[in-house]
């Protein structure tokens, strides 16, 4: 235990003080937002760290006053911004443990999942609170900003003194997440302190060369702050003490653009789905990308022309692009650096994102094997891929077997097929539930994407027994047909393309698409070539 605690010294260690213990540390980050918190629209968009401890602070004696004891579960749902991390430090302060859920769930999602749950408080919004009926699946509701009839409001719970710090064991629950949900309902995953904080955040705040965060600078994100990446990402970041701190609350263009153009960041990371919509707002001199040095994109694949959009759309002579693979069960389990040049047109007939680059070092091992036997294959061919990482979660909210059902030992299933070279690096195929037979969806979508400029995404859909369904977004809903023929003669047969906007496809929180809800939409079968056995 000493051992560890020097490990992880000078690196954050408790989420319910990380502010507190930011300040003493005297660190001066500015904190801007694109629009104020929802829990504190007073304090306007900038804010320095002490105004955030205080905030915390303050939170925390809501939630006491609202009936939230130490070991309670306490459930966040409302529109993205950062103050869902504020909210979930005020939790843990006080020993509760928070569970943050996307706003952009359907409401009958949500009541399985707060089900499950089993909150003592419900933390919500006013605008959520007037469509969803979620308010009886919790003791107490708390709306944070306005007032509904028969729910507590601010007003109702201002003034309380938060109870004594509550700092819990490593290993006891810290809070919950929830995946994405392409396939269905999504996990409530359970993290630790030593998971979330001391294997995650702890791990990345380091200076490390090229993705370390550096004094001078201007540090932005535009995620899923519901997510758990919102928890490790800050707690990184301003543990290394950027110049500032950016907090994009919504993709929106007429609020990220001024905000971005504004403060011109410097590193920035954003869900690929944002990447892709802000895609044609790199081109051109006087973008707000042009001093960024380092993009960073998890979540999900990105597709080489946006890479190659937005490395060119800065004027530094050496940007990087972070490519990272992982998921909310583990945390990051490999990352890539692209370059301009390793993004270059040339002459290969596919394009190169799918290599997922190599495991990260000393803290995670990969392996493949038989999608029937589980054993473990040659390299170079592919199969299912397992990890080892000492970041795990503990397990699945209301769900536990089925966390259980996905280990092989130590090992953990990822539900992903891939195939691991001589070399230690890792080229994805596809997730298990969407493979297709003798090709890859994956692939597929980035050769679409790349020889078709038009097109902001593209979908393989598998169908048994007949060509898959390739569904094609573009700003307009429209196609041309003969680029389109043009386009895929070299590929595996297809059916004829379904053409919608952005709007019309069904997406997760973080933008993926829900495969599942979007076979419903275009009245395909539910069948698919996978099992889904390890989703």
Known sequence: MERELMAFFNRPIDLGTLFDDLAERDRSTGVHMSRPLDIAPHLGTDLEISDLADLVGEAAGW??????????????????HWDYVLLSCAAARIGAVPASLSAHLAPDVLEILLKRLEPALLVTDKALAAVADLA???PRTLVIDGTADGLLSLDDVRGWAAPPVHRPAP????????????????????????????????????????????????VGSAISFAHGRALAWTASVLWLGPAKLLAVSAPGWDEAGPFLARHRPTTLEALPATYVRWQR????????????????STFDAMHPPTVRTFLGATRHRRPVWMQGWGQSETGPLTFRLLTRKAMADG???????????????????LRVVDRETLRPVRRGASGLVVCRTKALCLGYVGEQERWLGKRLGQWWHT?????????????????????????????????????????LECVILGVPGRPSVPVVVTEDGGLDQDAWRRAVADLPELADPVVLTWEQVPRTGTGKVRRT???????EVPDTYGTGRWT
Not at 69 to 79: F, H, P
Not at 183 to 189: H, I, S
């Open 63 to 80: 939630l006491a006053a609202a009936g939230v004891r130490r070991g309670d579960r306490v459930a966040i749902v409302k529109r993205n």
């Open 171 to 218: 290993d006891d629950p810290l809070a919950v997440v929830h995946t994405s949900g392409t396939t269905g309902v999504p996990k409530l995953v359970v993290h630790s302190t030593r998971t979330l904080l001391r294997r995650l955040a702890g791990f990345e705040a380091h200076r490390w060369p090229l993705l370390g965060s550096r004094p001078d600078d201007v």
């Open 415 to 455: 539900g992903d097929v891939g195939a691991l070279s001589r070399t230690g690096r890792v080229r994805f195929v596809d997730r298990e539930t969407d493979t297709i037979p003798g090709a890859s969806c994956v692939e597929l979508e980035d050769v679409i994407d790349d020889r078709l400029p038009g097109v």
């Open 517 to 523: 809800a979007l076979r419903e939409l275009l009245g």
């Open 136 to 138: 009886w699946q919790a």
């Open 347 to 365: 002459d290969e007939r596919h394009p190169t994102t799918r290599d997922l680059g190599r495991p990260v070092p000393t803290r995670t091992r």
């Open 281 to 296: 707002r790199a081109l051109g001199e006087g973008n707000p990308f042009e001093r960024v040095r380092l993009f960073i």
